[in-house]
């Protein structure tokens, strides 16, 4: 890391996105639900939604470009 670099934790956008969905559906779940097992539900299902959401939207505007 040279001054003027700039740094890069992640070089695909995906991966900023699947670690996007991954941070929201831990902290989101933990502040909203009351049990674990709520939040284990609640966290896969946002995940879920969160990474397949960003693909459909991905592929629409490929599609339509």
Do not use: D, Q
Not at 28 to 51: D, N, Q, W
Request: no cysteine.
């Amino acid at each position: 890391y040279l001054p003027g670099e700039e740094k890069v934790i992640f070089h695909s956008h995906f991966f900023s996105m699947v670690f996007f969905a991954l941070i929201v559906s831990i902290v989101l779940p933990t502040i909203k639900e009351e049990s674990l097992k709520a939040r284990v539900r609640e966290g896969i299902v946002l995940f879920v939604t969160l990474v397949f959401g960003a693909v459909l939207a991905g592929w629409l505007m490929f599609l339509f470009r």
